[in-house]
């Protein structure tokens, strides 16, 4: 007998496997996905590991494959423990993440009847069980739930259980079928045949419809149906003209369901090859290149680098050259880049350097679509796989080369839902288990990876200057305005004098511009208007956050509470302001100060469609507005070149949150979205308003000077002793009642220091118990425990931790 550690899709189950025995007659390996009987039920499980001899005295046996084939590959099926013991997930919910899309679906029980034992009496069987043995035997075999509809749900149960232990009926399993979502397409055919049509086009020339004409001759051409979309497209016709012709009785519409290929981004794409490399490029990938090498005759174990480069340094052309060279030796490539960052620009970039050998993952692909890409990825179809953050866990054979573009990106950790990975450490894990090479790509690095970049950790490689528009082409130059100055010069618009005369000078030139407002943050924060001070808590040095609801300024980090005070404390000026104009509000008064101007907003409020991102982009880039307003989404990647001038309305907002990493997304931010300005010939510049003009990140971005902020902030971090020198665990706890939630968090502190004095551990703190930065969600109320450490998933696995808590480890906001 073997025996099989198997990771089973129940709750109960959390971050252990179970012991099942392995029936003579199946073949089963690691990662193989199986039935495996649990109490009543039978359930997915995956093989995570073969054993000689089981872990329990007591073992079921597997009840079946589900699969034929392995679905994990050896190294995948490591990191699913890593990533439950690291991040204390459930098992099965970072086994999850690797499985088919899908794959999670509910078990359909049939019952059939394979053949009736020879000499078995059948007049033995009662006159229920001979109905039962009808109703299967006729149609070959029986849902269960069907059964149950027409015997009722005990009695089915009942009867089949004793047909089965008199060995006439056996149960089967199957899984539920993908629902896919059909794709309803309008198509365009003739309705006459093909002269009557030709002869109908003459007629219309002749009376001057030539929309209709063209619509009729383009129609005639084709063999079948066509795409309404692709007539339009060839024909410039419109719905009138399709209309006109339909009630002529010379044309057909019909609905015709059509299955997407996602691949259809490779078609009609045409090659491209790789540039020559600048000289910075060059070393850049000639190190990459020698790595890659090395890996491949295993003379060294796979290094990550840090490519470090500005915005238009030619980042990508050293992705795409990496990526044929692991090519060449014989290997695969995954390219995750941010989802909002996965546009056809991008695709296009990737699918024109390896026709057809492209794979894209994105969430607007249905059920159906991301379940054939995955199959074909798993058969080694693509040299290179794109996605967000979860194509980590694409199942690319061979695996060579991960690169992660803006590594910085704080979508890259999964924090809302289990297992609360950072899809950077799992894909540097990913690749220690495969021999891949990491590539992190980044104009702003993280700091906790230039931090290990500095250390060796990882190799630092970079690109200092501009590709973009011509070589070492200069950044936009960047003025701060100082927003104190201006009201005392008495102006209080959203738009200081220099940014309103910037603004009309990009319009009389017919020009673009971007506004740039980050309004993030569900609460708002509290700003003297005369000089600038921001009310902090006295203890933790974070911003205190205003509580609409209790109208008092809270710390986030230890409770502390005060009333919003009438004059401020640091000038006694009366005039104290909440901080939280949004991008709509600016619009508006965009709208009264630049009359002329076509505004164009773009945020998440006006997004919500499905292509209406794209929709804003080409509107804008087809210069049909003259300004665009957003949120951070303008500040991503986009490349417009007819855009000359960027204004931050407020750099503040984001400085202002109660997080230590305020001052390095701040950083990141102005750095993005300075860096949309200048990308043409007409060059740009950019305008900062803020507050706080002398904030090191907001120097260090107006100078483009990475050194300058990182300097600055890793001296915080040590002195404050934050990431990367400890690491973080955040503790939330739920609940309907404010009350029992802060109890049941300060249990939970006692439990943990009790724990730590116990075992003695020095370098383990704990700050809290306070209201979670978003205090009440949905109905429920949240107070969160922080730890700060160094091994602090190993600690937290051995204290037991009830139902309505969440732990984070490594979170990127507390
Ligand atoms: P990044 O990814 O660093 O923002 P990109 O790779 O997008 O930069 O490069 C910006 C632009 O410069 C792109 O249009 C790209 O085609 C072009 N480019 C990159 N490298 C070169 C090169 N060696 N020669 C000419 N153009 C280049
Ligand atoms: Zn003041
Ligand atoms: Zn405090």
Redesign the pocket.
């Known amino acids: 007998m073997r025996y099989a550690e198997v990771s089973v899709n129940s709750p109960v189950a959390q971050r252990r496997t179970f012991s099942y025995a392995i029936p003579q007659d199946l073949i089963i390996d690691v990662g193989q996905a199986v039935w495996a009987p649990f109490g009543e039920k039978l359930l997915q499980g995956i093989v995570l590991e073969l054993i000689p001899f089981p872990a329990v005295e007591e073992t079921r046996e597997i009840a079946g494959t589900i699969d034929p084939h392995p679905l994990l590959s050896p190294a995948q099926v490591s990191l699913t423990r890593w990533i439950s013991e690291y991040y204390l997930s459930p098992l099965f919910d970072a086994v999850a993440l690797m499985l088919p899309p899908g794959f999670e679906r509910r078990v359909v029980t049939f019952v059939s009847i394979p053949s009736i034992p020879d000499g078995f009496d059948l007049s033995s069987l009662t006159t229920k069980q001979k109905h039962a043995l009808e109703l299967i035997r006729r149609p070959g075999k029986a849902n269960l739930k069907q059964l149950e509809k027409t015997l009722g749900k005990k009695e089915t149960r009942a009867v089949v259980s004793q047909l089965v232990r008199q060995g006439l009926a056996v149960r089967n399993y199957e899984l539920e079928s993908v629902k896919v979502k059909p794709k309803i397409e309008t198509y365009l055919q003739l309705a006459v045949d093909i002269d009557e049509a030709r002869q109908e086009a003459t007629k219309s020339r002749e009376k001057r419809t030539t929309k209709q004409a063209n619509l009729l001759d383009f129609l005639a051409e084709q063999h079948e149906p066509v795409p309404l979309a692709e007539a339009r497209k060839r024909t410039k016709c419109n719905k009138a003209i399709v209309d006109a012709l339909v009630n002529k009785g010379l044309v057909t519409v019909q609905q015709i369901e059509v299955r997407r290929d996602p691949l259809s981004y490779n078609k009609g794409i045409a090659p491209s090859y790789p ?4 000289a910075a ?1 060059e070393s850049a990938f000639r190190s990459i290149q020698s790595s890659l090498q090395e890996v491949a005759e295993e003379h060294i174990s796979p290094p990550v680098f840090l490519l470090h ?11 795409l050259q990496a990526l044929a060279e692991t090519v060449r030796l014989g290997k695969r490539g995954i390219v995750l880049v941010p989802e909002i960052a996965l546009t056809p620009q991008t695709i296009e ?1 990737f699918a024109s350097r390896f026709p057809n050998k492209v794979a894209i993952l994105h969430s607007k692909l249905s059920l159906g679509e991301q379940f054939d890409e995955w199959r074909r990825i798993k058969n080694g179809e693509f040299d290179v796989v794109i996605g967000p953050r979860s194509a980590i866990f694409a199942p690319q054979p061979d695996l060579g080369l991960i690169v992660i ?1 803006e590594e910085h990106e704080w979508t890259y950790k999964q924090h809302d839902q289990s297992p609360r990975y950072h899809t950077r450490d799992v894909a540097i894990k990913l690749a220690g288990l495969t021999g891949a090479v990491v590539v992190l ?1 980044s ?1 702003t690095p993280d700091v906790e990876t230039f931090y290990h970049a500095q250390r060796g950790d990882y190799r630092l490689l970079q ?1 200092p200057e ?3 528009p011509r ?1 070492n082409a200069p950044l936009p130059q960047v003025t701060i305005v100082d927003l104190r100055e201006e009201l005392k010069a008495g102006n209080r618009s959203l738009f200081s004098r220099s940014l309103a005369q910037a603004i009309e000078k990009v319009l009389t030139n017919r020009e673009q511009a971007i506004l740039f407002l980050n309004r993030r943050g569900a609460a708002t924060s509290i700003q003297c208007r005369n000089c600038g001070y921001v009310l902090r808590c006295n203890r933790c040095e974070v911003t205190l956050t205003y509580h609409l609801a209790e109208d008092n300024l809270v710390c986030h980090q230890c409770n502390y509470r005060i009333p919003v005070p009438q004059i401020c404390p640091q000038c006694l000026s009366r005039r104290i302001k909440y901080l939280g104009v949004g991008t709509q509000k600016l619009e508006q008064e965009a709208s009264y100060a630049f009359p002329q101007a076509r505004l164009l907003r773009w945020d998440s409020d006006v997004t919500k469609g499905k292509h209406s991102h794209q929709e804003i982009l080409n509107r804008f880039r087809s210069q049909e507005a003259d300004i665009l307003i957003g949120t951070q989404m303008v500040a991503k ?1 986009l ?1 417009l070149p007819q855009v000359t001038l960027v204004g931050v309305v407020s750099a503040d907002t984001g400085l202002n949150l109660p997080d230590f990493r305020a001052g390095e997304r701040t950083f990141q931010l102005l750095s993005q979205v300075a860096g949309r300005a200048g990308r043409g010939p007409s060059g740009g510049e950019a305008i900062f308003q803020t507050y706080s003009p002398e904030h090191y990140a907001i120097q260090a971005a107006a100078q483009h000077d990475y050194t300058l902020f990182y300097d600055k902030e890793i001296a915080y971090r040590r002195q404050l002793h934050n990431p990367p020198f400890t690491r973080l665990a955040s503790l939330i706890y739920t609940h309907t009642n404010d009350a029992h939630c802060q109890k049941e968090a300060e249990r939970m502190k006692r439990r943990i220091i009790e724990e730590r004095d116990a075992r003695g551990i020095a370098d383990l703190s704990l700050i809290g118990p306070a209201p979670a930065f978003i205090h009440r969600l949905r109905g429920r109320f949240r107070w969160q425990l922080v730890l700060r450490g160094s091994e602090l998933s190993a600690f937290l696995s051995q204290i037991p931790i009830p139902q309505g808590w969440t732990v984070d480890i490594d979170p990127v906001g507390v």
């Open positions: 540039l020559s490399l600048t490029q480069g500005v915005t238009g340094s030619g980042k990508t052309e050293i992705y970039r573009d790509g104009a690109l501009r590709v973009v070589e990647g490349d």
